[in-house]
Nanobody, 124 residues
């Protein structure tokens, strides 16, 4: 049974930092691309960043987070991280990670497995 568990969310002031983790189990982690998405109240789930399955660690970011967020993975720990710096109030959302066998993508409908999410709240 595939399971993705996010952690690391919380309340932070604008300009602060958080590091989210996505721990995976029940799959051969190195074969899966991982994406981070977020969903604010009343809004659609939007793409944040993704990282390829292995080798080269190709990654891609939404324009809204480029230069502030960094995605990385540790295949030995079955974990993907999202380092979030210079946080803004508009970054407030539930952050979810998702797994997809093979290549990474920004298209949320192409991810097979999802975590439950972790809340990030940025105060002004």
């Amino acid at each position: 049974q595939v399971q993705l568990v996010e952690s690391g969310g919380g309340l932070v002031q604008a300009g602060g930092s958080l590091r989210l983790s996505c721990a995976a189990s029940g799959l051969t982690f190195s074969n899966y691309a991982i994406g981070w998405f977020r969903q604010a109240p009343g809004k659609e789930r939007e793409f944040v960043a993704h990282i390829s399955w292995s080798g080269g660690n190709t990654y891609y970011y939404a324009d809204s987070v480029k230069g502030r967020f960094t995605i990385s993975r540790d295949n030995a720990k079955n974990t993907v991280y999202l380092q979030m710096n210079s946080l803004k109030p508009e970054d407030t959302a539930v952050y979810l990670c998702a797994a997809r066998y093979g290549s990474s993508t920004y298209r949320r409908d192409e991810y097979n497995y999802w975590g439950q999410g972790t809340q990030v709240t940025v105060s002004s």
